[in-house]
């Protein structure tokens, strides 16, 4: 049976059918993020470090210019390397995901360093982070504060 709704509902389908093979680059990139936590730390300690696995699903490179919350006063990508046999940090001016490719930023690894924390985190938190991509685009996510 045919009725008005289901025709609309068709009508829509089609037409955003049609942009999208009119404009291929009609969407905005969207990364899929699984896992993404904080571990937590003393309310002493002026820094947490997050980590996330992060995929890019589309079919262009995606690179992620920047990350904010209200929880902190700024929030950075980092590195860990070796250097002359030292461990140290270094700073990941913007963070690129190649199509189809997925980053983990683990321990060990690439993290976030969460600086200043307006308050003392707590286990079982769930923190808001707003990630801007390079093409404009803003994605949120919440963040588990973990042991
Ligand atoms: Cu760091």
Redesign the pocket.
Known sequence: MLNTTSYFRTTTIRLALLLLLAFPGFALAELEIRNPWIKNLPPSVPVR?GYMTIHNPGSRPVSIVSMSSEAFASIGI?E?VMRDGMMS?EPVPALTIEPDATVQLAPGGL?L?MMDPGEPTRIGDTIEVRILLDDGSQQKLEMWVKK
């Open positions: 470090a980092h860990t940090m993290h360093m």
